[in-house]
Nanobody, 125 residues
Framework: VQLQASGGGSAEAGGSLRLSCVAS????????VGWFRQAPGKEREFVSS???????FYSGSVKGRFTISRDNAKNAVYLEMTSLKPEDTARYYC????????????????????WGQGTQVTVSS
């Protein structure tokens, strides 16, 4: 499985960006897909994920502002980010797992076997 993340860029606080994660090698409908982010000097942290069933999870810091979705026809997962804050500045990575029980530890990096290269998001105040 290969993951290609795109859509990052610069935005002002309060603005919006939409990230895309296109998968190849396996259908996203058969994967548990998540988004993580890593700011300079900080550990990689969970942002959001979506189960095969469509159930989604969010970190407390983005809940209500970010929305994860999936388009099976395009074999892609998206992260719609609104009301952006400077603290959202980070490199965003999409990740996926084919394991049946990956969702039980959805907020950890360990369950995810496949990672994209990341896309940079910079939010200015």
């Amino acid at each position: 499985v290969q993951l290609q993340a795109s859509g990052g860029g610069s935005a002002e606080a309060g603005g919006s960006l939409r990230l895309s994660c296109v998968a190849s090698g396996r259908s996203v409908s058969n994967l548990f897909v998540g988004w993580f982010r890593q700011a300079p000097g900080k550990e990689r942290e969970f942002v959001s994920s979506i189960r095969r069933s469509g159930v989604s999870f969010y970190s407390g810091s983005v809940k209500g502002r970010f929305t994860i979705s999936r388009d099976n026809a395009k074999n892609a997962v998206y992260l719609e980010m609104t009301s952006l804050k400077p603290e959202d500045t980070a490199r965003y990575y999409c990740a996926a797992s084919a394991r049946a029980n990956a969702y039980s530890d959805y907020y950890l990096t360990a369950p995810y076997d496949y990672w994209g290269q990341g896309t940079q998001v910079t939010v200015s105040s």
